[in-house]
């Protein structure tokens, strides 16, 4: 069943403002991913999280790995239009595993 | 750039007819996985491989079925397709042996069954 929540599910945004997406579980997880998603296209890897507490960025994008390990966040600085898309973040739960268990997703919409 | 690539992209096809989806990787990936996604929805694990001769289901059940033979290849069969079957199939692969661990996607196949 779905272990990892995304929220928000959906948001507009204007052109240039941050955002701020999460994702949450009820166990601990060793690994984040966080995707981004287009129609009828792949995900694209954004940022990838090892450890607990770590800060990583990518461009306009920061990740962080949550210190209790069952949570990650993303943020996007001064959005654009082709920042549209899904956002997923993935986890795996534990060392010699190599499931990932995808988020609900975030819906992104940005108005110019 | 990730080097994961599948075919076709988009399939139509008639129920009753067996389809073959074909992924393949040219990164020397050992682990690879099928997932199986709604449109704008999330994804599924359907099947995943941490080697050649090894398959495994995944967490939500698929009538498909799939084989490794080659390290850099990974196909997904269904035998016989339904209007059920409709969907986008993506497959990924991972590193073997290390720490970094990202999994890569292809750009999907999109099926619909008629």
């Known amino acids: 069943g779905q272990q990892l929540n995304q929220s928000p599910q959906s948001m507009f945004i204007q052109e240039g403002e941050d955002v701020s997406m999460n994702c949450t579980s009820s166990?601990?997880?060793?690994?984040w991913l966080w995707y981004k998603q287009d129609p009828g296209e792949g995900p694209v890897l954004l940022i990838a999280l090892y450890k607990a507490g770590e800060l990583t960025s990518n461009g306009r994008l920061t990740a962080q790995f949550g210190i209790t390990r069952k949570d990650s966040f993303l943020n996007i600085s001064a959005s654009i239009p082709s920042d549209v898309g899904i956002y997923f973040c993935?986890?795996?739960?534990?060392?010699?595993?190599?499931?990932?268990?995808f988020g609900t997703g975030t819906r992104l919409k940005v108005l110019a | 750039e990730a080097d994961i690539y599948q075919t076709p992209r988009y399939l139509v096809i008639g129920t009753g007819k067996k389809i073959t989806l074909e992924c393949s990787q040219t990164m020397g990936h050992d682990k690879m996985y099928w997932y199986q996604q709604d449109p704008g929805m999330e994804l599924h694990l359907i099947h995943y491989?941490?080697?050649?001769?090894?398959?495994e289901k995944g967490d939500l059940s698929s009538e498909s079925t799939v084989s490794r033979i080659r390290t850099e290849h990974f196909p997904l069969t269904l035998e016989s397709a339904r209007p059920s079957h409709t969907s986008q199939y993506l497959c990924?692969?991972?590193?073997?042996?290390?720490?970094?661990?990202?999994?890569?996607f292809g750009q999907g196949t999109r099926l619909t069954v008629v």
């Open positions: 990924a692969s991972t590193a073997f042996g290390s720490e970094r661990t990202e999994a890569f």
């Open positions: 993935a986890g795996r739960r534990f060392s010699g595993t190599y499931k990932y268990i």
């Open positions: 491989s941490y080697g050649v001769n090894s398959t």
């Open positions: 166990s601990i997880f060793n690994t």
